[in-house]
């Protein structure tokens, strides 16, 4: 937010408070949404604060902001992935209640969706046919709507214990120095949203995204384009495609080339703006090279 809302204020930044108060169940009177802090909303503002163990100062700063937002996200408003900082709010704790009571644990119901909920995501998306890329988007959102009648009302809390570690290798990313290198908007978005994951799912990985080959230390070498044709010659080249069976073109494309520590990934799409298919495209990329690292 560009600054405090305080009493007296008016306008629609007080609307947006009055609305978020509203949508969570605060009285405003009978004036209800209308652009003045004053009175009731300032009641509210103050009773929203005590309620969370903010300081109550009845002043909107960036905490308390940061707190109504978090409070009055709905499940679906947002696509929700694993990523750094960690992404939080009412959203995701509705998310991992529904996951707990339907079999797939993600640990108490914190509202940080980490690498525990992620992995239950990939689970269940499994379970009822979807790609297992760990995305709450559209289609995984639905399938746990569709379920409603299963986990609401429901004890929320974990049904059984947690596994050690997360699905994705953590341990290789703690170990193996990765560089990502890119040609253009889209490979860029992948490559960073690659290092971001990996750094979300251990944070001691060492993931880099490189503006020139010169750049790249010892490790593993990925080269991110939309296309294939800059791949170099030597250099084996992995096309994602629409994902499926993706670990397997990891495993062949370092266990048979001469040049095993380095390759060309062909991304799924030109476009760097779909969210969902750059984030599915670097889950994807990690997984792979996770699988092919942790076998050598």
């Known amino acids: 937010m ?18 978020r108060l509203l949508a969570l169940g605060f009285d405003l009177g009978p004036t209800g949404v209308d652009g003045v802090f004053l009175g009731a909303t300032l009641a509210a503002v103050r009773r929203f604060q ?90 995984t959102v639905r399938a746990i709507d569709r379920l409603q009648h299963v986990w609401q009302g429901k004890d929320p809390s974990s049904p059984v214990a947690l596994a050690v570690a997360p699905a994705r290798a953590a341990e290789v990313l703690r170990h193996v120095r990765l560089y990502l290198l890119s040609d253009g908007v889209c490979g860029r978005t992948v490559a960073e949203r690659i290092a971001n994951l990996a750094h979300a799912t251990e944070p001691t990985s060492h993931v880099t995204v490189c503006e020139d080959v010169a750049d790249a230390g010892e490790g593993l070498v990925l080269h991110l384009t939309c296309d294939p044709a800059t791949a170099a010659p030597g250099i084996p080249v992995v096309v994602l495609g629409d994902r499926v069976g993706a670990d397997g073109r990891f495993a062949v494309a370092f266990g048979s080339a001469d040049r095993a520590e380095e390759a060309v990934v062909v991304v799924s799409r030109a476009d760097g703006d779909d969210e969902h298919a750059a984030q599915a495209d670097a889950v994807c990329i990690l997984d792979g090279v996770c699988a092919v690292l942790g076998h050598r």
Do not use: M
């Not at 560009?2 to 609305?19: S, Y």
């Not at 998310?95 to 969706?113: M, S």
């Open 2 to 19: 560009i600054g405090a809302i305080r009493q007296g204020d008016r306008g629609p930044a007080v609307e947006d408070v009055q609305k």
């Open 50 to 139: 005590r309620d969370l163990g903010i300081p109550e100062d009845g002043t909107v700063g960036d905490e308390t902001w940061s707190a109504l937002v978090d409070a009055t996200f709905r499940l679906g408003d947002r696509l929700l992935y694993l990523k750094f900082p960690y992404l939080h709010g009412a959203d995701v704790r509705v998310l991992q209640g529904a996951l707990n009571v339907l079999g797939f644990a993600c640990g108490t119901p914190d509202g940080i969706f980490g690498a525990f909920t992620e992995r239950a995501v990939r689970e269940f998306q499994a379970n009822v046919g979807l790609p297992a890329d760990g995305i709450a988007g559209v289609e």
